[in-house]
């Protein structure tokens, strides 16, 4: 009884650390080499994830740096305006390398001139300002689009070839057909993540922008209204 076991129970222990070991393999899959199993269109993906990233932190901390406090700029500017001191003004602003600066530095250069043509060149130098403040931020919208689709692109491409090798092999391996997907699902889920990721930084991005926009365009209005008491 106990010969006829003893096979069985070599054959059923054989079997078990086969599985434990094909598991084991598995699980010991890094995320890099896990990506790479979504195929050649993980390249471009991966390339899109990294440009995303560096545009984003790169306008995220030129927009930081741009909305700090003026530390008393336009209060600064004021006080020489209304003394009479517009060269010290100028001094105030060029000291400091702001966009408020610039734009206030814009308005003192045309003193003098009709208030339309003080508020024109304020303005002008604005959407210079709000031009620099965005760039590159339209990339990060183009990554939120593109990113899914190249995933959807691999993930189709993956298919086409797991049914010709059903073809070529003349019959359905449900393991080969379910793992075969399971790779090419890679692709879908990664463009889908990164799109995710690139459509927040953008809308972050442009909230920042817009506050910011809005602060500068508070103070240069004071600015315009001071120019335009009578007293000037």
């Known amino acids: 009884m106990s010969l006829v076991q003893n096979p069985i129970t070599v054959d059923t222990l054989n079997q078990v650390q086969q599985q434990t070991v094909a598991l084991a393999t598995q699980e010991d899959l890094n995320l890099i080499q896990l990506l790479m199993k979504g195929g050649w269109i993980m390249i471009p993906i991966i390339l899109l994830f990294f440009l995303g990233l560096v545009i984003f932190f790169e306008r995220y901390i030129t927009i930081r740096k741009a909305g700090k406090s003026e530390g008393g700029l336009l209060a600064q500017v004021k006080s020489n305006v209304l003394s009479g001191k517009l060269d010290a003004a100028m001094a105030v602003c060029r000291s400091s390398n702001s966009a408020l600066a610039r734009m206030l530095q814009k308005g003192l250069t045309r003193v003098g001139r009709p208030i339309k043509d003080i508020e024109g060149a304020i303005e002008n130098q604005g959407k210079l300002e ?8 339209n990339i990060l919208g183009i990554i939120a ?3 899914p689709m190249l995933g959807f692109v691999g993930t189709i491409f993956g298919v086409i070839q797991i049914f010709r090798d059903v073809e070529i092999a003349g019959g359905i391996d449900i393991g080969s057909v379910s793992g075969g997907l399971y790779v090419k699902m890679i692709a879908s889920a990664s463009g889908l993540t990164i799109g995710i990721l690139a459509y927040i930084g953008y809308h972050i991005l442009n909230m920042m922008v817009e506050r910011l926009i809005l602060r500068i365009e508070t103070d240069a209005i004071e600015f315009i209204d001071l120019l335009d008491e009578p007293s000037m």
């Not at 709000?130 to 931020?137: A, D, F, T, W």
Request: hydrophobic share 45%; proline share 0%.
């Open 130 to 137: 709000v031009s620099r403040l965005e760039k590159n931020i």
């Open 145 to 147: 689009g593109i990113a």
